[in-house]
């Protein structure tokens, strides 16, 4: 683990991978201190945001010492359920990568619950992993220019929902009415880092 000033109020603390980063991640939400103002999670990082430049030293000895506990099968959070209609423009090629019937692509989507790893590149999108090892599948080679919004895809060992039109190179298997992100909701993003999503398929 490294840990890195990260401007005047932050710490970047750098681990080895994701496994690393959700164990961190848990550890520091279930003994968060007052003086953490926020927690960013990523691939292979978190951010620690405290509330004032005096904080970082003390906030410094408090992360060295969560970094023996181990939080590998904490689940925190409640878990959402998302309906989706699974008929994406990709569930074929899915079905022709992974060996698997559309079917059973659909199956293993629903059959496992996802969890929350962090958030990404769009107001709302959240990293899901964890889910079935036979739905991970490489990225499009040639990315679309706008994926509708609600579009749900599976790209390396992710799952994810897009939040709103934008481009994208994921493969889309479905789509949901979810409400991804919604300003005027508290939190406003439905996908908050540490839960767990259910996909529940739907005419």
């Keep these: 683990m490294k840990v890195m000033p990260f401007g005047d109020t932050a710490l970047l603390v750098e681990v080895e991978g994701l496994p690393e980063v959700l164990s961190l991640a848990a550890a520091m939400r279930a003994e ?5 103002l926020d927690l960013v999670p990523a691939a292979r990082t978190v951010l620690v945001v405290a509330d004032a430049p005096t904080s970082v030293g ?9 970094s023996s506990i181990e939080f590998d099968n904490v689940v ?3 878990e959402v359920e998302i309906s989706v209609i699974y008929a994406g ?13 559309e079917d059973d692509v659909v199956a293993a ?8 790893a962090f958030g990404g590149f769009a107001p709302g999108f959240a990293y899901l992993t964890g889910g079935d090892p036979r739905l991970t599948v490489p990225r499009r080679d040639e990315p679309r220019t706008s994926v509708p919004a609600g579009s749900v895809g599976l790209a390396g060992e992710y ?8 481009p994208g190179g994921w493969q889309l298997i479905g789509r949901t009415d979810a409400s ?7 939190p406003p993003a439905l996908l908050v880092p540490g839960g767990t999503v259910r996909f529940r398929a739907v005419s």
């Design 32 to 36: 968060r201190p007052t003086e953490v």
């Design 58 to 66: 003390g906030l410094v000895k408090w992360v060295t010492t969560l």
């Design 76 to 78: 925190e959070g409640a």
């Design 89 to 101: 423009p990709d569930l074929a090629e899915v079905s022709r990568l992974t060996g698997l019937s």
């Design 109 to 116: 989507h629903t059959g496992t619950p996802w969890r929350i």
């Design 159 to 166: 799952s994810g929902v897009y939040p709103r039109a934008s």
């Design 180 to 186: 991804l992100w919604d300003a005027e909701r508290d």
